[in-house]
């Protein structure tokens, strides 16, 4: 029977000649790995090095330290005065040391990973264990305003690459002691921190665990974004829609928590996962929640019919052209027929042919530089639309559907929701021009039978509405005011539902 053998684990030599030798192979001499030694205090004998990745390591601090280990308060210091072989490191951990974020460390495979993250290693010689002092310090981008979820009333910041910053946007938000973090490393080769953020005593904890069990499964050599977790962690692999909520805004990801939900935060990602997630979810946006009420309920109900539009538009108008024209008043079945006079292809090749170019013409606007690649989305529509007009490719009237559908898919705050719609348009195209109308139900009834059978950590995807939960229609299709929505989201299933007791807004008497 074969047995998984566990790797043994390499420890330090006593020889500081050694340690630096063998430091240097595993990292192949690697030009950014920087090496200083020098002799402790004034005493010859007592020979110490630095080891620590250009670029990733405070020089500054760094310098302040030795500074400081060169001083004379080390000059007394002599090798054959101790005797326990670890009375120097702890010497050395009193005196100088104490002051910064430092640990024991003698594993060699632990001391490659903490030095390419941008700790110090402090070795000394004669000594079979360091220590791993953190002073890790690199460019980042600062905190800006969210590109990709914009509102013209709310918090203006977003999340950066750095985990460690993003963990204290959270915290800035939520100054709970029950807001627990823990920490995972993922990645055999990439070594990429991964934290999960969660309310204690909120969330439900089949669900929390249910989290850290599928992360704990992931064996993969590198994770550079959280796309990589979400496609190894989500419940179901072959449907367009996402069961995972992603967003680089800190209050949208400090109301999931309080909801219950759980945040995966990655390293090298401004990227913030949510799980579970629901398909309502993805009509919310964070700007809801600061407007009144009445507002954020009539642009809740755009979306949905935005959502009808960008995914029913053009296969009602080629199943009703092609199948149905009963179904048209007489004039504007007069002008449409006009219009198809002098075109050579079925309205379902038209409707195809205008879908590609646009979606062309989006894929090429988000690639080019920002300086012309709005440029190119309007000037490429308004010319190529008009010369296919022009040239009796297509109908005027089916440029105008497919413009209105272009222009709905955009409304949607999530972009996820947005690929998903515009993957799902071309499949329901294609039964509509086949079977007209009735291929437009088949259609519509797999994807609700598909939605229905989705989950996301266990919890059903369309919940509040499959199955329908009354209590919870007050912030689905509509939001209503805060004073009115008392619990927590009860499909999350967790045990603290009471969120807000404030009464009713009076007027004074």
């Known amino acids: 029977m074969w047995k998984r053998t566990l790797p043994v684990k390499e420890s330090l030599s006593a020889s500081l000649e050694q340690n630096k030798q063998t430091i240097l192979e595993k990292l192949g001499n690697s030009q950014d790995i920087v090496i200083r030694e020098f002799k402790l205090g004034a005493n010859p004998k007592i020979s110490v090095a630095v080891f620590y990745t250009d670029g990733l390591t405070d020089t500054v601090a760094l310098q302040m330290l030795i500074d400081e280990l060169l001083g004379a308060k080390f000059n007394n210091i002599k090798e054959n005065q101790f005797q326990n072989k670890n009375s120097l490191l702890d010497q050395l951990k009193n005196l100088v040391l104490n002051a910064t974020d430092v640990k024991e460390i003698s594993d060699l495979d632990a001391i490659l990973v903490s030095l390419l993250s941008g700790s110090v290693i402090f070795l000394v010689d004669g000594q079979t264990e360091g220590f791993e002092i953190g002073l890790r310090k690199w460019n980042q981008r ?129 990227f913030v996962l949510l799980a579970p997630a629901l398909f309502v979810q993805f009509f919310q946006a964070a700007e809801d929640y600061y407007a009144r009420a009445g507002i954020s309920s009539a642009l809740r109900v755009l979306r949905y019919m935005c959502f009808l539009i960008a995914f029913l538009a053009p296969s009602l108008f080629i199943a009703i052209t092609t199948f149905h024209q009963e179904m048209i008043p007489t004039d504007l079945l007069f002008s449409l027929l006009a219009q198809r006079e002098q075109i050579p292809f079925p309205a379902v090749f038209e409707a195809l042919l205008m879908e590609v170019a646009f979606e062309i013409l989006r894929e090429a606007s988000l690639r080019m530089p920002k300086v012309i690649g709005s440029a190119i989305s309007i000037v490429g529509t308004l010319v190529i639309g008009q010369a296919a007009v022009e040239a009796g490719l297509v109908s005027a009237a089916l440029i105008i559907v497919v413009s209105t559908t272009a222009i709905a898919s955009f409304v949607f705050p999530s972009n996820d929701l947005s690929i998903a719609t515009r993957m799902l348009r071309f499949p329901l195209m294609l039964l509509a021009g086949s079977f007209g109308l009735f291929g437009v139900m088949i259609g519509v009834i797999s994807l609700v039978l598909h939605l229905c059978n989705l989950h996301s950590f266990g919890v059903p995807y369309m919940s509040s509405i499959a199955p329908y939960i009354n209590d919870e229609q007050k912030d689905t299709l509509i939001r209503l005011p805060f004073w009115f929505m008392r619990t927590r989201p009860k499909e999350l299933k967790r045990k603290n539902l009471i969120r807000n007791q404030t009464p009713k807004p009076r007027p004074p008497k």
């Open 142 to 270: 600062s905190i800006t305003e969210s590109t990709n979820d914009s509102v013209l009333r709310g918090p203006k910041e977003s999340f950066t690459e750095n985990l460690r910053s993003n963990t204290a946007l959270i915290r800035r938000k939520i100054k709970s002691p029950n807001l627990w973090m823990e920490s995972r490393v993922i990645g055999t080769v990439t070594q990429t921190d991964v934290a999960i953020m969660y309310l204690e005593g909120t969330v439900d904890q089949a669900l929390l665990t249910e989290v850290k069990s599928r992360l704990d499964r992931i064996a993969i050599d590198g994770i550079l974004e959280s796309g990589y977790i979400e496609e190894l962690i989500q419940d179901e692999a072959l449907t367009p829609f996402p069961t995972l909520y992603n967003s680089e805004r800190p209050d949208v990801v400090a109301s999931a928590i309080l909801e219950g939900r759980v945040a995966i935060l990655v390293d090298g990602t401004p």
